[in-house]
C-alpha cells in the first residue's frame, strides 16, 4: 500500500539552528501538506503547496518556515531558525486531488529544539 | 470561540459496547466533516468523511453531521481493543483541515 514518508523520525536540534524535514509523499499525488501538532495540543495546519506554489497558509507559517519540492519526489519543511515553541510533531500529508479527505498522512517527525 | 470542540476524555469501555464521540463546530460555513484515527505516535488516518447533514455508514462505524446543530458524532459497533486510539474530528475539505483536539478511547477486553 502506498504511503507518506517522513524521514527522520527524530530530530534534536538547538535553539537557533536551521532545521529541514523531509517527506516523500506518495508518487501520483498533487498536492501537498505540513501540519503540525505540540504535545497535548490539535494538529493544527500550516501550509498546503501546489504546482510548486503555496496555495494557503496559516497564521503559523511565518517568515521562519518555507517549504520546497527540490525533486520529483521530496517535499521539505525548513525552519530557519528554532525556537522551543517550535518543538512538535510535523505531519506531511499528500493527496491526489485538492481535497483533503483525500489526504494520506506520514508518521510524523518529532522535533524537539533545546 | 474555538472552531472545533471536542471532549479530550479519556474515554473507557467495555469490549463490544458502543461508543459516542462528538464534537461542536462553529463555522456554519463548513461543508465537510471528517474522522481521523490517531495511534500513539502516529500520524492521523482518516476513517470517513460526510458531506453536509446525515450519516454515512462504514461497517461498524457511523458518521452523522446535524448542520442544524454544528454537531458531529461517530458511533462504534462491537467496539474491539484494536479500536483504542484517539480519535479527531475535523473540518475543512479544500487545503485547510481543521481539527478538534481528540478523544482518546480506550477499550477493555
Known amino acids: 500500500e502506498p504511503e507518506v514518508t517522513q524521514t527522520p523520525s527524530h530530530q534534536v536540534t538547538q535553539m537557533g539552528q536551521e532545521v529541514i524535514l523531509r517527506c516523500v509523499p506518495i508518487s501520483n499525488h498533487l498536492y501537498f501538506y505540513w501540519y503540525r501538532q505540540i504535545l497535548g495540543q490539535k494538529v493544527e495546519f500550516l501550509v498546503s503547496?501546489?504546482?510548486?506554489?503555496?496555495?494557503?497558509k496559516s497564521e503559523i507559517f511565518d517568515d521562519q518556515f518555507s517549504v520546497e519540492r527540490p525533486d520529483g519526489s521530496n517535499f521539505t519543511l525548513k525552519i530557519r531558525s528554532t525556537k522551543l515553541e517550535d518543538s512538535a510533531m510535523y505531519f506531511c500529508?499528500?493527496?491526489?486531488?485538492?481535497?483533503?479527505?483525500?489526504?494520506?498522512f506520514g508518521q510524523g517527525t518529532r522535533l524537539t529544539v533545546v | 470561540q474555538k472552531e472545533v470542540e471536542q471532549d479530550p476524555g479519556p474515554l473507557s469501555v467495555p469490549e463490544g459496547a458502543i461508543v459516542s464521540l462528538n464534537c461542536t463546530y462553529s463555522n456554519s460555513a463548513f461543508q465537510y466533516f471528517m474522522w481521523y484515527r490517531q495511534y500513539s505516535r502516529k500520524g492521523p488516518e482518516l476513517l470517513m468523511y460526510?458531506?453536509?447533514?446525515g450519516n454515512k455508514e462504514d461497517g461498524r462505524f457511523t458518521a452523522q453531521v446535524d448542520k442544524s446543530s454544528k454537531y458531529i458524532s461517530l458511533f462504534i459497533r462491537d467496539s474491539q481493543p484494536s479500536d483504542s486510539a484517539t480519535y479527531l474530528c475535523?473540518?475543512?475539505?479544500?487545503?485547510?483541515?481543521?481539527f478538534g483536539i481528540g478523544t482518546k478511547l480506550q477499550v477493555i477486553p
Open positions: 503547496f501546489y504546482n510548486n506554489e503555496i496555495s494557503e
Open positions: 460526510t458531506y453536509s447533514s
Open positions: 475535523a473540518t475543512g475539505g479544500y487545503q485547510k483541515v481543521t
Open positions: 500529508a499528500s493527496s491526489v486531488v485538492d481535497m483533503n479527505t483525500e489526504a494520506f
